[in-house]
């Protein structure tokens, strides 16, 4: 089979939500002879982007996007494990994530995290009502190049300006890039209080992030 159309039917099992095929595909690829490094990035990859987009628009919902995740996430392993020591793949980024103290909504984060992991970033996830020097302390920790924060009521969104100001306290604040994210933050926010950005949806956060950190 033509390496084309070994990237055309990774990308399907994942649209399909299909773990089993999904792993099958890996493994048979390989058994072929395709590059799994280009299986993963032109293959399962554009599947779950793909994926990403539709959920964006509604077309998919939630328990789809994680099983398709989960598909891709068993299928890249297969791949990775293939792969000789110099080509394994470097997480693109290391990322703090958590819900801001006083909130205790964490679907929407939840999401994010699953489909950052999935792109290859190395994400903490801190969980939900994270107190702001939580995030910090990770932060210097980890030496982390990202630090997401998520709110989902006004009574909580200063908490999102508060971490701002205890980054540049610690002397982090130009060490890192800040997305905000939630029901109730949008661009104007993020702006306002000095984040470098908002993340709007799943997909436009994977997007943003490989435009700032590159």
Known sequence: MEK????KKAAQSILDTDDDAAKEIAQKSLEDGIDPLEMIN??????????????????????????????????????????PDDKKKEKLGVIVIGTVEGDIHDIGKGIIVT???VHGYDV?????????????TKA?????DVVGSSAMMTTTQLGQKKLEDALKEAGLRDKVK???GGAVATDHWAKRIGADFFGETPQDTIDKLEKFLN
């Open 178 to 180: 800040t997305m905000v």
């Open 124 to 136: 903490h996830d801190l969980g939900r009502d994270i107190p702001i020097e939580k995030f910090v």
């Open 4 to 7: 084309t159309e070994w990237f």
């Open 42 to 83: 032109q293959g399962f990859t554009e599947g779950i982007r793909k994926m990403g987009d539709l959920f964006d628009r509604g077309e998919v919902f939630l328990p789809g996007l994680l099983i398709a995740s989960e598909a891709m996430t068993t299928a890249v392993a297969i791949l990775e494990d293939a792969l």
């Open 115 to 117: 489909m950052l992991r």
């Open 140 to 144: 210097k920790e980890l030496n982390a």
